[in-house]
């Protein structure tokens, strides 16, 4: 449904984004995941042909963004990120304004269907101006769906909104996936996992990973690592975990509390535990530990300065005449 | 064309929701009604010609102000962004945006034909082939007047900005003429391209097709330009 074929964009002074590839099948959810000034906004604008790439080539169900760009909006519907809104209009009148320039058959329908959608129908004659943050993201949203787009490009679509806000944009943007084909932009961790089938992490323009949350998880734990607590510890309990085979760090974290790293693809719990009984320290838990979302960006996103910028950096100039043409 | 028109009905909706459009209108009729009064006054003819020369002027000072928000405003908010990723060419923008500030124009002249009515009501008899001449010559003055207005609001995301570039460029083009004072040997062309003495025919009564073709190759010119400019934004 959304093909990205190494985009590059570059400004005069700086480089926004650098080979970003990847491909959204029908109905997935998929998450860009970065900091600030990591290039999802820009690898969005270009998705939605606001903005051309100076390399590359992206398509919108099967439309070039460039150069087939009126059938690919057609097929999209896009929020950008601080949701731009016509103050001194009504809800109702700038969603059928909308509504008129995509050419929606039936606008009327369309308009109360989207306003259904994001629970804005109360609010229809509110001037957009007056409307709370909430509000607005939601008029966004709205404007967004109102031509039932297979596609959905949504540029943080929960920032700025209250708690039970939040949950209601998920619940929506979960309810739109499956018929839709969604990318959403975010960098909130747990916003992804919770829905996106995948994420793509972006780190100073260059995809650090994707691949979906739970293989994410699996893939980056270079080494596990299990969690033991016992009550009666000794003072060589460290030293005897460390000599089981495939463990390569212990720590105690506090008394008591060990933090057991060791190879992959080995699963130790069962030596661990006989060693404790054996010894007699009293097993309290013992528990694999999984690295959380936020341990694995952090990991992806400050590997990405030292380890993998150098490769790219000489990459070929990709050709300017992209930049020229309309 | 239709989503061209589209967007003129949202921006002259826009115009009248905010107190540009009145102030605007409000202001020109002031100043056409005090200039109309006392050329009637002074003159005791039943003629629009004077009128009509002190409109053109009115025009080049309050044409900024009618053309700075339009492109202006929409970059300096972001709107552009969900307008431009919309199935919309940029032509149609500009061009929607453009007839939206004609369209307040239109409105601003029709309240001036009270001035002929008044003129025909009194008992005068004024030249009605002058007064359509003058008509015409004033729609084809603002078009290309507003078209240069709607390219300076393309260049910047800044109203005041929009309208001083826009000022600078219409005063540069009414004062071109006289130029032709001190270069002699060029006289013809700068005369040429002024677009104020280009108005002195329509208000005899005189509908040059040259002079109508200025003012069209210079609306057309302005928005193919505004057009580029839109264009280019995006890859900035």
């Known amino acids: 449904m959304i093909e990205a074929q190494g985009l590059v964009k570059r400004y005069t002074t ?57 059938a690919a909006r057609q097929n999209l519907g896009y929020l950008p990120e601080n949701v731009p809104l016509y103050p001194e209009m009504s809800v109702a009148g700038y969603l059928d304004y909308m509504a008129r320039l995509r050419r929606v058959s039936q606008r009327r329908e369309a308009v109360a269907r989207a306003m259904e959608q994001v629970h804005i129908t109360d609010r229809a004659n509110d ?95 270079g080494s596990q690592r299990i969690y033991l607590e016992v009550a009666h510890p000794t003072p060589e309990t460290t030293v005897a975990l460390a000599e089981i085979p495939g463990v390569e760090q212990v720590q105690e974290q506090a008394p008591g ?30 528990r694999a530990v999984r690295m959380s979302m936020e341990e694995i960006f952090m990991q992806l996103t400050t590997q990405e300065d030292s380890a993998t910028a150098e490769p790219y950096a000489e990459a070929p100039a990709p050709e300017e005449e992209l930049a020229t043409t309309s | 064309m239709y989503t061209a028109l589209t ?17 605007v209108t409000a202001a020109f009729l002031v100043i056409s009604g005090y200039l109309f009064s006392i050329i009637l006054i002074t003159s005791r003819q039943a003629s629009l010609e004077g009128l009509f020369f002190n409109i053109t002027v009115v025009l080049l000072f309050i044409a900024p102000f009618m053309t700075m928000r339009l492109l202006a405003e929409e970059q300096r908010s972001g ?33 001036t034909l009270t001035y002929s009515i008044m003129l025909w009501r009194l008992g005068g008899n004024p030249d009605w082939g002058r007064v ?16 240069i207005g709607t390219l300076a609001s393309a260049l910047t995301d800044n109203q005041i900005t929009a309208a001083v570039i826009a000022f600078a460029i219409l005063l540069l083009l009414w004062l071109i003429g006289a130029a032709g004072n001190v270069a002699t040997g060029a006289a013809g062309v700068l ?46």
């Open chain 1, 14 to 70: 700086r480089t926004a984004i650098e080979d970003i590839s990847f491909s959204v099948e029908r109905g997935e959810i998929l998450g860009f995941l970065g900091p600030n000034g990591a290039g999802k906004t820009t690898t969005m604008r270009i998705l939605t042909g606001y903005m051309p790439p100076s390399a590359g080539s992206a398509s919108i169900a099967g439309h070039d963004v460039v150069y087939d760009s009126l």
């Open chain 1, 127 to 221: 001037r957009i101006g007056k409307l709370s943050k909430g509000y607005r993201q939601r008029v966004g949203l709205a404007q967004a769906l109102l031509h039932s787009p297979p596609v959905l490009i949504l540029d943080e679509p929960t920032v700025g909104l209250d708690p039970r806000q939040i949950i209601e944009v998920r619940e929506l943007i979960r309810n739109l996936g499956g018929e839709r084909t969604i990318i959403l932009s975010t960098h909130i961790l747990p916003e992804v996992s919770q829905l996106c089938q995948r994420i793509v992490i972006l780190n100073k323009g260059r995809i650090a990973a994707v691949d979906t949350p739970q293989a994410l998880t699996a893939r980056l734990q």
């Open chain 1, 257 to 286: 509390v060990f933090d057991i790293q060791h190879q992959r693809d080995r699963d130790l719990r069962q030596s661990i535990a006989a060693l404790v009984v054996e010894r007699g320290w009293g097993l309290l838990e013992l």
């Open chain 2, 7 to 23: 967007i003129a009905r949202r921006e002259l909706a826009a115009y009248f929701v905010s107190p540009i459009a009145y102030v």
């Open chain 2, 79 to 111: 709107t552009i962004e969900v307008l431009l990723t919309a199935p919309v060419r940029d032509w149609e923008v500009v061009m929607g945006k453009f007839l939206a500030a004609l369209g307040l124009f239109a409105v601003m002249l029709m309240l």
């Open chain 2, 132 to 147: 359509v001449s003058g008509y015409l010559g004033l729609c084809l003055l603002a078009s290309a007047t507003l078209a």
């Open chain 2, 191 to 236: 005369q040429a391209l002024s677009i104020s003495d280009r108005y002195d025919d329509f208000a005899r009564g005189a509908v040059n097709l040259a002079d109508v073709v200025y003012y069209l190759s210079l609306t057309v010119g302005a928005l193919f330009l505004a057009t580029r400019v839109i264009e280019t934004r995006r890859y900035r």
